[in-house]
Structure formats: C-alpha cells, structure tokens
C-alpha cells in the first residue's frame, strides 16, 4: 500500500515550472552526420585552397622561392597589363553575345517542342546532347576541323562558288566560330525552359484566344511574364558558366590564345601566368578578380530582377 503526500503551497505562491524535457537525439541523426562526413572532408580541400589564394594574391610568388608579401602589386600590375585588358575584352564580347543567343534558340527550340511533337524524349536527348559534349577536348578539335581552311563550312560555300577564310585561323572569325559553339549547346536552357512552359497552364491562352488576343501578344503578355522566372535562372547559370570558359580557347588555339590574342579568354590568360610563367602570385589575383567580377554581374542581375522578374505571389 503506497501513500502520496500532498504539499501545500503557501497563499499567492505559484508552482515551479516543470524542468523542460530532455530531448533524446534519435540514432537517424547520427546517421544523417555520417553520410555527410564525406561532403565535410571535401570541402577542406575547397575552404583551405580558397583562403591561401586569397593569401597568395597578396604576394609573389614562383612556386620555387616562399612567398613574399607585396601588398596590392598584383592588382596595382593589372592596371599596367594589356594581355589582361584583351582577355577581359574577348571574354566580354564572347558572354554578352553568346548568352543571350542562345537562350533565345534555347526558348525558341522548347516552344516548339512543347507544341505537342512526336517522339518527344527522342528530341529531347538530341537537343540537350551538344550541352553534355560542348565544354569537351573532342567537340572542340571537331569544331576546328569543321571550320578549318579545308573543313566542312567552306566545303559547302564551296558549292555555291565562295571561298571562304580559315576561320579558326583568322582573327577575325576566330571567336565568332566559339559563339557559334556555344550557341550550338543550347540543350540544358532548352529542357529548363521546356519544364517552365510545361507549367503554365493552359487556360490563360485560351482565355486569351477568346478575347482575340494574337500569338505574338500572348507570349509576350502570358509566356514571358510567367516563364521570366525561369529566364532569371537560366541567364544567372549562363553568365557564370561563360565568364569562366576556359576549354575551347585552349584546344582552338593549343593554348596560346591566337591567332593575335583573339581568343584569350580570361581564364586562359590566367593558366599561362599560372602554369607557363609560374606567377602563383599574379594568378591568384586574378582569380580573386574574376570572382568579383562575377559576383558584380549576379549582383546587378538580382537587382534588375525586380523589374521584370514575376512570381506567382
């Protein structure tokens, strides 16, 4: 037989809050960390080159002598360097004529698709597949064949009587065939803008018909306001993917940036201080330099975003 004492709390006195409840951290979260343990080793070998770059930057250095600290003559050596001041132009000119050219085939190509076609996966896998090989050493060497002095293009000019330059020789066409390349791997804009329109649904045009509204004035009034999110995107990864291109001026030129520098992007310019001339130093600053860049570019867009961008709320 048990007994219970009550206690008797004195007049206007309050209970004390009960202790909170002791939480017991289920075994699914221990196992959560250690699936991610991986990911956290990986990131020191990200984090720790990210903070001695930005050291280096700072410094000169060769790879053979320890680094000596110089402040900001890196940077202060850019202003003075015209190499750098062509890779800047030949990497402006080649992201703020290819992006917005291939976006515009990448929406066009998906509002056809999305019209309803035959065999639409089949379509979709040979649109996107340029976008998988694009950036490789092998598309690269085909695309200098095709447009080489004896190569495909001239070929087919040929038959209607032109003769037609080396364009990957010339420079003045040199960078005009790397646009076209990289207007040619629309695939994964493509298949973005493919899924956005999959999204609108389908009785806002048929509103739109009713009222007598033409085609051209429903995309521009219903496509392109309700898809303009999925524009930011596409426009956002562009950008960046382009300012850092590097591959198809090293292969289309064996990595000298030619012919007269007119493929010497940003980022090749910044391999040879880096690789060819052992400038760790100057490299560095670069690099830092290109990651300001790019962050002002995406700052502004972000900015602008607010007038044209339209979300569902």
Same mark, same amino acid.
């Given at each position: 037989?048990?007994?219970?004492?009550?206690?008797?709390?004195?007049?206007?006195?309050?209970?004390?809050?009960?202790?909170?409840?002791?939480?017991?951290?289920?075994?699914?979260?221990?196992?959560?960390?250690?699936?991610?343990?991986?990911?956290?080793?990986?990131?020191?070998?990200?984090?720790?080159?990210?903070?001695?770059?930005?050291?280096?930057?700072?410094?000169?250095?060769?790879?053979?002598?320890?680094?000596?600290?110089?402040?900001?003559?890196?940077?202060?050596?850019?202003?003075?360097?015209?190499?750098?001041?062509?890779?800047?132009?030949?990497?402006? @000119? %080649?992201?703020? #004529?290819?992006?917005?050219? +291939? !976006?515009?085939?990448?929406?066009?190509?998906?509002? $056809? *698709?999305? /019209?309803?076609?035959?065999?639409?996966? @089949? %379509?979709?896998? #040979?649109?996107?597949?340029? +976008? !998988?090989?694009?950036?490789?050493?092998?598309?690269? $060497? *085909?695309? /200098?064949?095709?447009?080489?002095?004896?190569?495909?293009?001239?070929?087919?000019?040929?038959?209607?009587?032109?003769?037609?330059?080396?364009?990957?020789?010339?420079?003045?066409?040199?960078?005009?065939?790397?646009?076209?390349?990289?207007?040619?791997?629309?695939?994964?804009?493509?298949?973005?803008?493919?899924?956005?329109?999959?999204?609108?649904?389908?009785?806002?045009?048929?509103?739109?018909?009713?009222?007598?509204?033409?085609?051209?004035?429903?995309?521009?009034?219903?496509?392109?306001?309700?898809?303009?999110?999925?524009?930011?995107?596409?426009?956002?990864?562009?950008?960046?993917?382009?300012?850092?291109?590097?591959?198809?001026?090293?292969?289309?030129?064996?990595?000298?940036?030619?012919?007269?520098?007119?493929?010497?992007?940003?980022?090749?310019?910044?391999?040879?201080?880096?690789?060819?001339?052992?400038?760790?130093?100057?490299?560095?600053?670069?690099?830092?330099?290109?990651?300001?860049?790019?962050?002002?570019?995406?700052?502004?867009?972000?900015?602008?975003?607010?007038?044209?961008?339209?979300?569902?709320?």
């Amino acid at each position: 037989m048990t007994t219970t004492t009550r206690v008797t709390l004195p007049a206007g006195a309050s209970a004390p809050p009960a202790p909170p409840p002791r939480r017991v951290k289920p075994r699914k979260d221990r196992a959560g960390y250690l699936f991610l343990l991986p990911w956290f080793i990986g990131m020191l070998f990200t984090v720790i080159p990210f903070f001695a770059s930005l050291y280096l930057a700072f410094t000169d250095y060769n790879l053979l002598n320890a680094p000596q600290w110089i402040g900001l003559g890196n940077f202060r050596e850019m202003l003075d360097d015209p190499l750098l001041r062509q890779s800047l132009k030949v990497t402006f @000119i %080649y992201t703020f #004529v290819s992006v917005p050219l +291939s !976006l515009v085939v990448a929406l066009g190509v998906a509002m $056809l *698709l999305n /019209r309803g076609v035959r065999g639409l996966p @089949i %379509y979709r896998a #040979v649109f996107y597949l340029p +976008s !998988l090989l694009g950036g490789s050493v092998a598309v690269v $060497l *085909l695309w /200098r064949y095709i447009f080489g002095l004896d190569g495909v293009v001239n070929a087919f000019l040929g038959w209607f009587g032109i003769d037609g330059p080396a364009w990957t020789s010339d420079p003045d066409y040199a960078l005009t065939t790397l646009i076209v390349l990289h207007i040619w791997t629309f695939g994964s804009p493509m298949v973005i803008f493919l899924a956005g329109l999959r999204q609108i649904p389908a009785m806002y045009y048929e509103a739109a018909a009713v009222d007598g509204a033409s085609k051209w004035h429903q995309f521009r009034s219903i496509t392109l306001p309700l898809l303009s999110p999925i524009i930011f995107f596409n426009l956002i990864q562009s950008l960046i993917s382009s300012f850092q291109t590097f591959t198809q001026g090293f292969v289309l030129s064996s990595g000298t940036g030619g012919p007269a520098d007119s493929t010497m992007f940003y980022n090749l310019y910044l391999y040879q201080q880096g690789f060819s001339q052992f400038n760790m130093g100057y490299a560095s600053a670069m690099a830092w330099m290109l990651l300001v860049i790019i962050a002002a570019f995406t700052a502004l867009n972000f900015l602008a975003a607010k007038y044209w961008v339209f979300y569902d709320n």
